[in-house]
């Protein structure tokens, strides 16, 4: 246990040291007494004020028909529509999931005439089976041979 892993569980759990984790506790109740480090002094006092201000705040009362409701709300099953619409509904303007869509159509029709060499041998390669077995090159047609790159 260190001075600032202290510093640390005041920030986070307050200045009681029964909200402090257990296995944490012990440790630094021993070293805050063995040390008067003014830090851990001034950090507690910091902490007391702010649990002071939080203990004088009111929760506010629900009445028991709306607890009853959030109870039924929360126990509902959810309807596969449900989940549909939910998915689907966009917290922007419609214009933003369309327009992505729209623009991967446009790239992919572009790139589509960009290369129509490719499609054709995209199909040359599927229609025949045995020329992907041959290891000799026959039947292989590279794209760019070894003679054209020198």
């Known amino acids: 246990m260190t001075e600032d892993r ?12 029964l909200r402090w984790p257990a296995e944490e506790r012990v440790a630094a109740q021993s070293l805050m007494a063995a040390t008067d480090d003014p830090r851990l002094r001034a950090a507690l006092a910091e902490a007391r004020a702010l649990d002071d201000l939080l203990a004088l705040a009111s ?3 629900i009445s028991h028909e709306t607890q009853e409701r959030l109870r ?8 596969p529509i449900a989940r549909l619409q939910r998915l689907l ?20 029709i572009w790139a589509g005439v960009a290369n129509p060499d490719a499609s054709a041998d995209i199909a040359r390669l599927g229609s025949s089976p045995a020329s992907t077995e041959t290891t000799s090159g026959e039947g292989f047609e590279p794209f ?5 790159s020198l």
């Open 59 to 61: 929760v506010p009362d």
């Open 144 to 148: 760019i041979s070894m003679e054209d």
């Open 72 to 79: 039924i709300d929360a126990a509902a099953p959810v309807s």
């Open 6 to 17: 202290i510093l640390e569980l005041i920030a986070a759990y307050g200045a009681d040291p």
């Open 89 to 108: 509904d966009w917290p922007g303007p419609i214009w933003q999931p369309a327009g992505a869509l729209a623009a991967a159509l446009v790239l992919g």
